[in-house]
């Protein structure tokens, strides 16, 4: 018997609403409401969007910018309804995001990783039992008491990337941050998220590297102004999504 | 390893349910975020301040001590013990003005982490409230000596004073939550409530006795639910006596509703406005 699908979503649309007229305050918004003068235009994100990942898949996914992949992570990681269709996500997600998150710099690196967890819903006991090896694997055992705005941009970068992984989720989103740290740390998160994969973890990687892509995933979604263009073997799409780039057509 | 994990969790977009349950569930789930935000306010606070938790019991004195030269000796107020009967209520509202107004603030830093992952944004208000508690409790210790400073005897109704905070911290909560939605969705939301609470504070009995209001105007007093919330924080602690029964119901019956009606407007509108548009 085949597993449930550990993402997926049916005919999934989502448009931001985008007032003509920025109208921030409630006075504004009181007079206009009275005029009859509230308008919206609407931007369509993601159109009618439609595809299963199976657990344990590692789904990789290009196109230009703008195109709505991003907007395709915060519809599966919950920040964002959708307009139309249904998302079901089966598992505990957890978006790598960097650190300090509007928290404040003020805070240790040790104070940030309890904080981290707790926002993916992870207690204050449990993220202290993780602390060792989640600092040992950032290399930052050192600086673990030093307030997070004294750390440099690659070292928050690595704490937040050793937390997200060591949570131990079952769908991992990546947007554009494995390049965290330098050439031998990269080394390090690759062997981790093959570690993840062994798991039989899902595991999305938003990335404008389509040698990241091929390398890091086994299936590809290629996506252009909110539509899905293509899926399929990461390499195919990706030569495809590659020849379109460079000026030739769409397969 | 993974049995120390929350429970696997299935997220459908399309599930029905009541949004107000939902979002209930939802601060359920998180409640270890809030302690997190609360541990994070409060070390913020004092790493910052060389007073420290001195501070907040030191400014309740130095506020005790001006008010009390202006308005028993300027304005020669008539009240057995001013002193006592002003910071009974004058601690009060600080945790109601304090809790509401820091929610309308985390409005910024709800938007900010809610782009990226998501969190029910009631742990922002919950937290807030969180906050003013500790501090309410702080300020209660420099309260406490001034009471046994100003020759006033220990009484059993004391014990009261928790469930006193209790009915104070779930009509704040209330008030948090529909300040907290509003402030979400508009910028001029938080300016228009410090000026609103500014106000209130002086049609609630702190500074004077509800008797030395002239009958005509005694209304407001009478409809202002935060007479009957300070009056029952204040009796155990001025009075030396329980608050009376149609007190404490009013009080109660403002704390609920308070918490009831600021639930739904909370769950059926954070969602639009909490997306800015």
């Given at each position: 018997m085949a597993a449930e699908p550990a993402v997926e979503l049916a005919g999934v649309s989502l448009s931001y609403r985008i007032?003509?007229?920025?109208?921030?305050?409630f006075k504004e918004y009181a007079i206009r409401k009275l005029q009859g003068r509230i308008e919206h235009g609407e931007l369509v994100a993601l159109r009618d969007a439609t595809f299963s990942i199976a657990p344990g898949e590692r789904v990789g996914v290009v196109g230009p910018n703008g195109a709505g992949k991003s907007t395709l992570f915060r519809v599966i990681a919950r920040v964002r309804r959708p307009t139309r269709g249904r998302v079901v996500v089966r598992g505990r997600v957890a978006p790598l995001l960097e650190l300090g998150l509007g928290f404040h710099g003020e805070l240790t690196g040790r104070e940030n990783v309890v904080l981290h967890g707790a926002v993916m819903g992870h207690s204050r006991r449990d993220m202290e039992r993780r602390m060792d090896a989640i600092a040992e694997f950032a290399e930052l055992e050192a600086f673990l008491d030093a307030p997070l705005r004294t750390y440099s941009t690659g070292m928050a970068a690595r704490l937040a990337f050793a937390v997200a992984t060591d949570v131990d989720p079952d769908i991992l989103l990546v947007d554009e941050?494995?390049?965290?740290?330098?050439e031998r740390f990269q080394v390090k998160c690759h062997a981790r998220m093959a570690g993840f994969h062994e798991r039989g973890k899902t595991f999305l990687l938003v990335s404008h590297s389509l040698s990241e892509i091929v390398s890091n995933c086994s299936r590809a979604l290629w996506i252009s102004g909110g539509c899905i263009v293509q899926d399929g073997p990461a390499d195919a799409v990706c030569a495809a999504y590659h020849a379109w780039a460079q000026g030739g057509t769409p397969a | 390893m993974t049995s120390a994990n929350p429970a696997p969790t299935v997220y459908d977009s399309a599930r029905g349910g009541l949004l107000f349950v939902e979002e209930a569930k939802a601060l359920w789930l998180y409640r270890h975020l809030v302690a997190e935000i609360v541990a994070r306010d409060i070390k913020v606070r004092y790493k910052r301040s060389v007073l420290g938790v001195a501070w907040t019991m030191l400014s309740p004195l130095l506020n005790m001590l001006a008010m009390t030269w202006v308005f028993?000796?300027?304005?020669?107020?008539?009240?057995?013990?001013f002193p006592v009967y002003f910071l009974t209520g004058s601690i009060f509202w600080a945790f109601f003005a304090g809790a509401t107004s820091h929610a309308a603030s985390l409005t910024i830093d709800a938007a900010e982490i809610t782009k990226r992952v998501y969190i029910p944004r009631s742990v922002f208000v919950v937290s807030a409230v969180g906050v003013a508690l500790v501090n309410l409790c702080l300020s209660l210790v420099p309260l406490f000596l001034i009471i046994l400073f100003t020759g006033f005897p220990i009484h059993a109704s004391w014990l009261f004073v928790p469930v006193s905070i209790l009915i104070g911290a779930l009509f704040t909560t209330g008030v948090g939550l529909v300040v907290f939605t509003l402030a979400s969705r508009f910028v001029d939301i938080k300016e228009t409530y410090l000026v609103l609470v500014g106000a209130w504070f002086f049609v609630t009995p702190i500074v004077y006795t509800p008797s030395i209001v002239p009958e005509r105007w005694r209304f407001i007093v009478r409809y202002n639910p935060m007479t009957y919330l300070v009056e029952v924080f204040r009796a155990p602690l001025y009075d030396g006596w329980l608050p009376g029964p149609k007190t404490l119901a009013f009080a109660a019956l403002a704390a609920v509703s308070s918490l009831a009606v600021g639930w739904l407007f909370y769950a059926s509108r954070i969602e639009e406005y909490g997306r800015g548009s």
């Open positions: 007032p003509k007229e920025a109208v921030q305050t941050a494995l390049s965290v740290g330098d | 028993s000796l300027v304005m020669r107020m008539d009240v057995k013990n």
